[in-house]
C-alpha cells in the first residue's frame, strides 16, 4: 500500500531549478528515510509536499493532490510536518505553542506528548526561543504527535543535537511511527537505520537510488558514492 | 515646573493617537508584510465620522453623543479595513511592489474622497465644553481633552494586548507574525487572521481619528497622512509586530517632538524625530522591542 506517491516533480527557488522530475513512493506505516548530501533538495522535496513551494508536477498524500492544496488543507487532512530547524514559535510559551497545533473536534494527546518529552512539562509556561535546541526539538515532533496524524514528515530532527537527546528523539520518532506513515530527511546515517524500512537517496536533484534500508546500509560503495559516508 | 508637567501630558495624549495609529500598521506589517499606505485614511475617516455624529445627533445629550461617535469611528475604521483586505490587498500578498502601489493609491483617493465630500477646510467638532476646561495636576493647568485621549489610548492598548494574549485569534496571530508559513503548516488558514487584523488595524485608527479630531480641534483629509508619517516612525523605532514596542515609541516620539518644539525651537520636534529614528536604527536596527531578523 503505497500512502505518498511523488513523480516527475519539479521546484525552483527563485532562479535556481532545485529538483529536476522527482520520483519515489513511500509505503504506508513505514519509515522511509529521503537521504543525499547537503543542497540536493531534500527539504525542498518536504517543503512542495506541504505546499509551501510552488511545485509542478504529482504529489499524492494519500487521495490528496497536494500540489493543488492550500497548506492549511494538507495538514488538517492528517499531515504532521518538522521542519529543518525547528521552527518553534520563539515569542511563544511551550504550552502556548501546543495549543496553537490543536485543531478543532480534534482530542489532543498531551498526555502521550509529555509522557514522551517530559523535559517539557515543567517547562510550560516557558518562551520556546529560550529552549535548549534539543527541548526545541521535542517541540517540535510534539506539537505534530499532538494530533493523530497519519503522515509525518520530518527534517532533520537530529541535527546538531547532542548524543544522549538524540537517542531520546529516536525513540520518540520510533513511537510515532507506530501508527503513521514517516518520511524522514536524516544526514544521520545511524539514526536513518534504526527507524527506516525504506531508502530514497537524491542527489543533484532527481532520485539516484530507492530500495531497502538494509541493503544501502551494507553497500558501502553505493553509501560512500551518493552520501559521502564511509559506513563502518 | 508647571509647564513641564503640561508638556508632558500634551506629550503623552499625542502618543496616545500615535498609538492608536501605529499599532493596527504594525500588526498588519508583522503578520502580512503589508506596507499599508492607506491607514491615514482610515484615521481620517474616523475623523469626519466622529464630526458627522456629533454634528448629526443634535438631540442626544452631548457626553453620551460623543461616544456614540467614538464607536461609529471605530465600526468605520474597521468596515473599510476588513472590505479593503477582503476586496483588494488579498489578491496582491507576496507582490509588495503592487501592494504598495495599491495602497498609496488607496490613500491619495480617499483623500481626495473626502476633500470633494466635505471641501479641503477644516471642520470644527462639536465637542463637550468639559473637553477645553482644564484640571490642575502638580500646578498645571491640563486641558481635560489631553487626559481624555490618553486614558482612552490606555484601554484600547489593554484591550488589545488582552485579545492578542488570551483568544485563539490573538495567539494565531502572535505566531502569525514571527513565521505565518509554519502557521499554515499546523493546519490553520492563516487568510483568516489578515481580515481580522486589517479590521483591529482600522478599528484602532478610526477611534484615533475620532480623537485626533479632538487633538487638532478640527479634521481636514490629509491630516491622517500627516500624522501617518510618524506612525511609520513609531513602528519601525518600536519593532515591527510588537505592541509594546509601539507603545513604547509612541511615548518615546511624542515626547521628543512636544519637549524639542517647546524648550527648543518649535519646528524643531519632527526633525528631532527622524534624527531619533536614525539614532535608534544605528543602535538597535531591529527597533527597541523588535526581534533580530535570524
Redesign the interface.
Known sequence: MIAIEVADLNVWRGDAHVLHGVEFSVARNEVTALLGRNGVGKSTTLLAM?G?LPAQGTIRIDATDAIAT???LI??GGVG?V?EDR?V????TVA?NF???E?PNTEPRYEMVYSLFPDLYGRKEQAAGTLSGGQQQMLALG?VLL?PNKILLIDEPTKGLAPIIVEQVVEALAHAAEDATVLLVEQNLWVAGQLANDAVVLDQGQVVHSGPMDELINDSALAGRYLGVEVR | MSSFVLFTLTGLGLAGLYFLLASGLSLIFGLMSVLNLAHGAFFAAGGYTAWFVMDALDSVPIGLRFIVALLAAGLVGASAGAVIERVLVRRLYGQHVEQILLTIGLGMAAVALMGGWFSYDPRLLTQPDWFGDTTEIAGANVPNNRLLILGVAILFFIGLMTFLKRTRHGLIIRAGVENPSMVRALGIDVSRSFTIVFALGGLLAGVGGALGTVYFNGISPSLGTTQLIFAFIVVVIGGLGSIPGTALASVLVALTQIYVNNYLTSGLGSISVVVLLAGVLLVRPQGLLGKAAP
Not at chain 1, 89 to 92: D, G, P, Q, T, V
Open positions: 506541504m509551501l492550500p497548506t492549511h495538514a488538517q510536518y521542519p521552527e514559535f520563539a515569542s511563544l502556548e495549543r496553537l497545533a485543531r506539537r494530533n
